[in-house]
């Protein structure tokens, strides 16, 4: 079974849920190869996080940020404030979100349900590119 790791960075994106299935698909040609396997997919930041979630309607994408926002809001009177009134919160939203996805490999292709996609979910409102870890591991075809 051959281990397969590599690490791309996503584009800037703004604050909110951005389906990055896509992207990341297209940096992993290693994944036709793979008959029955996982990918594991892991995010090196601590104000972002990762989600699998609805891949349809963007209206769920605009929800998710209005209820995460809610939960977590900048007006709260944090401690950790060194880096902007939106980190904290951000931080607290990754640590309820994740850093990781897991989603099994069949056939040379992310066997997600037919309305899931992977979500990049930027906390922070002014983020540089995020740097994500992509681990497959598998049978070849």
């Known amino acids: 079974m051959p281990w397969i790791q590599k690490e791309i960075t996503l584009g800037r ?3 909110g849920f951005h389906l990055v299935t896509r992207e990341i698909v297209s940096q992993l040609p290693e994944l036709a190869e793979i008959e029955v396997g996982i990918l594991h997919v892991f995010i090196q930041h601590t104000s972002a996080s990762l989600s699998i979630n609805e891949n349809a309607d963007p209206d769920v994408r605009e929800d998710l940020e209005m209820a995460f926002s809610k939960i977590a809001p900048e007006s709260f009177p944090y401690i ?20 990781s996805v897991t989603i099994p490999i069949t056939d040379g292709r992310l066997n997600l349900g037919i309305w899931q996609g992977i979500y990049l979910c930027e906390h922070r409102n002014h983020a540089s590119g995020r740097r994500l870890v992509l681990t497959i591991q598998g049978e070849r075809r």
């Open 80 to 99: 950790h404030t060194m880096e902007g009134p939106d980190d904290m919160p951000a931080h607290i939203k990754a640590a309820m979100l994740g850093s």
């Open 13 to 15: 994106q703004t604050r």
